[in-house]
């Protein structure tokens, strides 16, 4: 097993250094720099830009700025922002609590309503519970985030004025009226995500229990006598989770990732907000930074998964 | 008429044969507005008064947050390093300069004692320094006295090009003298009849010398100062996350008597324009946002029964099309668009003029800009007294059509004109942005039916702005018959904005495309008024040249305006902001306050 680790692991280093240089060229190759808005600037005469841009060093060819970033990120410098010149860790950790807080707790909203959904259609299939369940999930991720996001903000902010559609990091209260505010702002977008997560979930958790419930294992479990409920959580889940588990852990880079979407419309300082706005700023030191580190925790989490599988299942063995 | 009446009414004022109250109101009757009687009357010899202060509360403080919404987040603190509106207006909360441009393009004093005229001394008679009184007692938020030695260094500053400044341009072809602790000089090395740039508005913010001055050139960007800033700003720090929010509180020791009157403070970033003016309008979760770049459909929609509107200042901020003089289909020593080419169709002037006429300014005021437009036929839109009068514009496809008959434009089998075997066939480019498609749309239908066929091309915007050698898509480049965007004016004075046409800065591949001159226009009449006028001190033998300088654009069709736009802002009903269209939405933040 140790041995299997590190095997992955190693095999990992090359493929992260194939996607860093893939996302550095890409960049690279991409139009625009970071000073385009003082181009319209009259106040700023086209050489002061060329004079930027020679100090940031996007004159020089691209394999040299590539060496340059590559050598500063092994030694754990990651740079720093060309837009807000400050050092891009600092503004990575800035924004991951909240990314971590609103995505975390989309995602958990979505297994709590998946898992009991899922299952409970799953024992039922097609009845009346199951139909309603399916007819949901089809509609949850038919609509996209940037849908149903407007969509709670007219109800629920502009027409019944319930809940503030800006999201603040800073709120000014403290105690028990702070960590209302906080659940308060929180629980659109945590909606929005979470109902769209759990709809594809709902119908992944259905068909693995299906699979699971029709064995012949469980007949016989049935058979001698076990009560319904402990045969369906003991035996079916069980096994049918397998495959769910290893969806979650696929998911946990999202949950550092953020939702670029569903950030923007409710001005939620995460990730995805910074990742857009930087790629729009072409601040490539930050896009770099937090596509590399997600790139990173997809692997890292692709060889969790695998190990978890094993572990669950240990009829599949890692060699 | 400029000349000499003018000149009778400044030496009146001069000499308190007329009020200046009532000479600004004869300006106005001559079609010849505010901000320009300011500057005219300094260099003219009389003192600029500051426009009176609505500001009403009678003591500091005590009301409440006050909250903005901007859709685009400042990233950085540091007034010197601000590329974009945003980043100053989010620097300006804390630093201040010697003066601001207020709503009516007056200087306002902030730092200054006052405002240097002829009369008080402080602008020599030459036109080549400028003396800056500075308010006493004024302190830094850290407690430390302000001193024209903060001035001198941030000169220094920013001057140095190892600092990378954006503000470089400003500082550099200066020099910053300390004559005591409370004056400086700004000496110019030839005679500058618009003085105030240099610590005035958003470049002219001053850094405090004892944070700073171990961090000038190439360590600049070490200065923990440029995150957290101490300055002598109405609000003081508190804490900063780019892109995201920047919180500020009541600077008690602030240095206007009842300034300022919100308790603390806050600018939230993120978003788009459209749901930041629902927070304002609908919900009222934020009392102003800014540069609504919104459909004035949707706004007008919101306002009904809302809890905030719409405001308005009137700038100078042009959105035209641009004419290319060269040929972009030919290519010469590895460019196209060569200034050594001539445009096959725009050199018939009749095509030029044919076009200008096809641009439907008025449908395009009505169904795009609405309240945030105004319909112009100049490039040069304000001050007032740099605005041409003998200028018209007119919408008539009967008129372009007949104009390209009598020129020998014949329309072709497939309804196209063509004279001499060349089509009149147009490639039309401009960035991506609702209202430019809009436009797009609206010329090209007037096209067709006068016969010409355009082909529209739109660019992302970080791309169409973009200073990349290497994108043939860029505006600078220019590759296309026309072209639209919008030139922002920062300041009440048309200097930089008329200079792009200058033939030498004809933008090709020797300066990397870094010049200005897009349409590669070249007219020794031009470059000659606008070399005078760079050195012109008697203002208004200056603002006659500047509209030559319009009229000949107009009259060779260089540009064809579209919209004079106007700067737009949401805010709550009981809110009263200074907006003014000379300055940025914060630049006089101290004033701005709630009626109860």
């Known amino acids: 097993m140790s041995q299997y680790i590190l095997r992955r692991l190693l095999i990992a280093i090359p493929s992260l250094l194939g996607i860093s240089l893939v996302l550095f060229i890409v960049l690279a190759l991409a139009p625009g720099d970071p000073f385009s808005?003082?181009?319209?600037?009259?106040?700023?005469?086209?050489?002061?830009?060329?004079?930027?841009?020679?100090?940031?060093?996007?004159?020089?060819?691209?394999?040299?700025?590539?060496?340059?970033?590559?050598?500063?990120?092994?030694?754990?410098?990651?740079?720093?922002?060309?837009?807000?010149?400050?050092?891009?860790?600092?503004?990575?950790?800035?924004?991951?609590?909240?990314?971590?807080?609103?995505?975390?707790?989309?995602?958990?909203?979505?297994?709590?309503?998946?898992?009991?959904?899922?299952?409970?259609?799953?024992?039922?299939?097609?009845?009346?519970?199951?139909?309603?369940?399916?007819?949901?999930?089809?509609?949850?991720?038919?609509?996209?985030?940037?849908?149903?996001?407007?969509?709670?903000?007219?109800?629920?902010?502009?027409?019944?004025?319930?809940?503030?559609?800006?999201?603040?990091?800073?709120?000014?209260?403290?105690?028990?009226?702070?960590?209302?505010?906080?659940?308060?702002?929180?629980?659109?977008?945590?909606?929005?995500?979470?109902?769209?997560?759990?709809?594809?979930?709902?119908?992944?958790?259905?068909?693995?229990?299906?699979?699971?419930?029709?064995?012949?294992?469980?007949?016989?479990?049935?058979?001698?006598?076990?009560?319904?409920?402990?045969?369906?959580?003991?035996?079916?889940?069980?096994?049918?989770?397998?495959?769910?588990?290893?969806?979650?852990?696929?998911?946990?880079?999202?949950?550092?990732?953020?939702?670029?979407?569903?950030?923007?419309?409710?001005?939620?300082?995460?990730?995805?907000?910074?990742?857009?706005?930087?790629?729009?700023?072409?601040?490539?030191p930050v896009v770099m930074a937090v596509t590399f580190v997600f790139a990173c925790l997809v692997v890292f989490f692709n060889l969790i998964a695998d190990v978890l599988y094993g572990w669950l299942d240990p009829r599949i063995s890692l060699r | 008429m400029l000349d000499t009446e003018l000149r009778t009414m400044i030496d009146g004022v001069k000499d308190g044969r007329v009020d200046r109250r009532a000479f600004i109101q004869r300006m106005i009757g001559l079609g010849l507005t505010a901000p320009m009687a300011t500057q005219l009357l300094a260099i003219g010899g009389v003192a600029m008064a500051q426009s009176p202060s609505p500001y009403k509360p009678t003591k500091r403080g005590g009301g409440g947050p006050l909250k903005l919404l901007w859709w685009q987040g400042p990233t950085l603190l540091n007034p010197h390093f601000a590329t974009g509106t945003k980043d100053q207006d989010g620097s300006r909360v804390f630093y201040e300069p010697f003066a601001s441009w207020d709503v009516d393009g007056n200087l306002n004093a902030i730092l200054a004692a006052e405002i240097p005229s002829i009369e008080n001394?402080?602008?020599?008679?030459?036109?080549?320094?400028?003396?800056?009184?500075?308010?006493?007692?004024?302190?830094?938020?850290?407690?430390?006295?302000?001193?024209?030695?903060?001035?001198?260094?941030?000169?220094?500053?920013?001057?140095?090009?190892?600092?990378?400044?954006?503000?470089?341009?400003?500082?550099?072809?200066?020099?910053?003298?300390?004559?005591?602790?409370?004056?400086?000089r700004v000496v110019f090395a030839k005679p500058t009849p618009f003085w105030a740039a240099a610590f005035v508005g958003a470049y002219g913010c001053i850094l405090p010398k004892h944070l700073f001055a171990d961090y000038k050139g190439a360590k600049s960007r070490d200065a923990a100062t440029n995150l957290a800033p101490v300055g002598t700003g109405a609000y003081r720090f508190v804490e900063f996350k780019p892109g995201d929010l920047i919180r500020g509180e009541i600077n008690p020791d602030y240095h206007m008597p009842n300034r300022p009157y919100f308790d603390t403070f806050e600018l939230k970033s993120g978003g788009d324009a459209v749901s930041a003016a629902r927070a304002i309008i609908q919900t009222g979760e934020y009392d102003y946002a800014w540069n609504m770049q919104v459909e004035d459909e949707i706004l007008l929609r919101l306002e009904k029964g809302g809890k905030g509107r719409t405001i308005?200042?009137?700038?100078?901020?042009?959105?035209?099309?641009?004419?290319?003089?060269?040929?972009?289909?030919?290519?010469?020593?590895?460019?196209?668009?060569?200034?050594?080419?001539?445009?096959?169709?725009?050199?018939?002037?009749?095509?030029?003029?044919?076009?200008?006429?096809?641009?439907?300014?008025?449908?395009?005021?009505?169904?795009?800009?609405?309240?945030?437009?105004?319909?112009?036929?100049?490039?040069?839109?304000?001050?007032?007294?740099?605005?041409?009068?003998?200028?018209?514009?007119?919408?008539?496809?009967?008129?372009?059509?007949?104009?390209?008959?009598?020129?020998?434009?014949?329309?072709?089998?497939?309804?196209?004109?063509?004279?001499?075997?060349?089509?009149?066939?147009?490639?039309?480019?401009?960035?991506?942005?609702?209202?430019?498609?809009?436009?797009?749309?609206?010329?090209?239908?007037?096209?067709?039916?006068?016969?010409?066929?355009?082909?529209?091309?739109?660019v992302v915007a970080s791309v169409f702005f973009s200073s990349d050698v290497a994108n043939p898509d860029t505006y600078a480049h220019f590759y296309a018959d026309i072209e639209m965007f919008q030139i922002p004016m920062t300041q009440p004075d048309p200097g930089l904005t008329m200079k792009r046409y200058h033939s030498r800065e004809v933008a090709n591949k020797e300066n990397k495309w870094q010049g200005t001159n897009f349409p590669r226009w070249v007219n020794a009449e031009f470059d000659a008024a606008i070399d005078a006028a760079e050195n012109e001190t008697d203002p208004v033998k200056r603002a006659a040249l500047y509209i030559k300088c319009n009229d000949l654009m107009w009259q060779d069709t260089v540009v064809i305006p579209v919209m004079h736009r106007l700067k737009v802002g949401a805010s709550a009903n009981s809110l009263r902001p200074v907006m003014s269209g000379w300055a940025n939405d914060l630049d006089n933040l101290q004033d701005w306050y709630r009626e109860a």
């Open chain 1, 37 to 284: 808005e003082l181009a319209t600037n009259p106040n700023v005469p086209p050489e002061v830009r060329l004079a930027l841009r020679a100090k940031f060093g996007l004159d020089d060819p691209i394999y040299l700025r590539y060496v340059h970033w590559l050598v500063a990120m092994a030694q754990g410098d990651w740079g720093f922002s060309f837009t807000s010149r400050m050092n891009v860790d600092t503004l990575i950790l800035q924004r991951l609590p909240t990314t971590l807080y609103v995505i975390g707790s989309s995602q958990l909203l979505a297994l709590m309503v998946a898992i009991p959904v899922g299952v409970y259609a799953a024992t039922k299939p097609y009845s009346l519970f199951d139909q309603v369940a399916n007819t949901l999930a089809f509609i949850g991720f038919s609509l996209p985030t940037f849908f149903t996001g407007i969509l709670f903000i007219l109800v629920f902010s502009v027409k019944l004025d319930w809940l503030p559609f800006v999201y603040t990091t800073d709120i000014n209260a403290t105690g028990i009226r702070w960590l209302g505010e906080q659940l308060r702002q929180a629980i659109m977008p945590v909606m929005v995500l979470g109902l769209f997560q759990a709809a594809s979930m709902t119908r992944f958790v259905r068909s693995a229990m299906l699979d699971v419930i029709r064995l012949d294992y469980v007949t016989t479990a049935r058979a001698k006598g076990l009560g319904k409920a402990r045969v369906i959580v003991r035996h079916v889940m069980r096994n049918a989770m397998i495959p769910v588990v290893t969806l979650i852990a696929l998911q946990i880079p999202a949950v550092f990732g953020g939702a670029i979407v569903t950030e923007q419309i409710f001005r939620i300082p995460g990730i995805g907000s910074l990742l857009i706005s930087s790629i729009l700023a072409n601040d490539t």
């Open chain 2, 121 to 184: 001394g402080g602008l020599s008679a030459d036109g080549k320094s400028v003396t800056w009184k500075i308010k006493p007692g004024v302190k830094w938020h850290d407690g430390k006295p302000f001193t024209a030695d903060d001035a001198v260094f941030t000169w220094e500053y920013a001057s140095d090009p190892a600092t990378a400044a954006v503000s470089i341009a400003v500082y550099r072809d200066i020099t910053v003298e300390k004559i005591d602790d409370l004056t400086v």
């Open chain 2, 312 to 458: 308005y200042a009137v700038g100078g901020d042009i959105e035209f099309i641009m004419l290319n003089w060269t040929d972009p289909n030919v290519e010469i020593d590895g460019e196209r668009s060569s200034v050594k080419t001539k445009h096959p169709l725009f050199s018939d002037p009749a095509v030029r003029k044919a076009l200008a006429l096809l641009v439907d300014r008025d449908a395009i005021q009505k169904h795009i800009y609405g309240r945030a437009g105004r319909t112009t036929a100049n490039y040069l839109n304000g001050p007032a007294k740099f605005v041409s009068t003998n200028t018209s514009w007119e919408f008539s496809v009967e008129k372009a059509a007949k104009l390209l008959d009598d020129a020998g434009w014949k329309p072709g089998a497939d309804g196209i004109r063509e004279k001499d075997g060349k089509k009149l066939k147009l490639l039309y480019q401009t960035s991506i942005n609702g209202p430019r498609q809009k436009t797009q749309a609206i010329v090209k239908q007037a096209c067709q039916k006068a016969g010409i066929d355009v082909e529209l091309k739109s």
